[in-house]
């Protein structure tokens, strides 16, 4: 079975721009969640998708966004792009039941610097 | 807002060595997942504990989960440097899907 992927792996963008990053869970996967990783403040979630819905939220501004397709794939994007935003972006994917033992599944992440 | 504390930050032991890394937090998970990651690389999932007091091992690796389902360790028997890599400890509640992660423990296995 193919890990979760996502697109792309590296990409550099200048401040003020905008950026998507996409992400392809699992097949049967039907969450999706996003994290940011920077050296200074770890992993922190951005937000999850079931079912083409945003289900949890964490503390980003609303630059960060995102949307899930009917096939679980989901992507997101972040507007007006700021220095403090270059990071790794991971996606998990997960089944999406509710209850502790909902494992997730991470993609390589995409190396987001901004300029 | 829940925190997960992670120790020691940074670990440098010779190859066949013991070593244990702490998760601790004053919050309750519901389950508590340990990942290893590697530069430029998600993290890959080790394990997930659920049940407070569960113990798992996996080869050389043991994991367990408090009692209290508040606190958690990883220990590695005799590391190799293959083990060599930053280990996230991370706690999900409820039923909550977000994972609220350690700050990790970045641990080099010298040959």
């Known amino acids: 079975k193919a890990g979760v992927t996502q697109t792309p792996r590296y990409l550099i963008k200048t401040r003020g721009q905008q950026v998507t990053l996409s992400c392809s869970p699992i097949s049967g996967h039907r969450s999706v969640s996003w994290y940011q990783q920077t050296p200074g403040q770890g992993l922190q979630f951005l937000f999850e998708?079931?079912?083409?819905?945003?289900?949890n939220k964490g503390n980003f501004p609303g630059r960060f966004s995102g949307r899930q397709f009917s096939n679980s794939r989901s992507e997101m994007n972040v507007s007006t792009l700021e220095l403090g935003d270059s990071a790794l972006y991971l996606c998990?994917?997960?089944?999406?039941?509710?209850?502790?033992?909902?494992?997730?599944?991470f993609g390589p992440g995409t190396r987001l610097t901004v300029l | 807002t829940q925190l997960l504390e992670q120790s020691p930050q940074f670990l440098s032991i010779q190859e066949g060595e013991n070593l244990t890394v702490y998760c601790n937090s004053s919050s309750v998970f519901s389950s508590l997942q340990w990942y290893r990651q590697e530069p430029g690389e998600g993290p890959v999932l080790l394990v997930t504990?659920?049940?407070?007091?569960e113990v798992k091992k996996l080869k050389r690796l043991t994991f367990q989960f408090g009692d209290a389902r508040k606190d958690s360790s990883l220990h590695i028997t005799a590391a190799q440097p293959g083990d060599t890599g930053l280990y996230l400890c991370a706690g999900a509640s409820g039923s909550a899907r977000q994972l609220t992660f350690g700050s990790g423990t970045q641990l080099t296995v010298l040959p």
């Open positions: 504990v659920v049940t407070g007091g």
């Open positions: 998708y079931f079912s083409e819905t945003q289900r």
């Open positions: 998990a994917s997960s089944l999406g039941h509710s209850g502790g033992s909902d494992e997730q599944f």
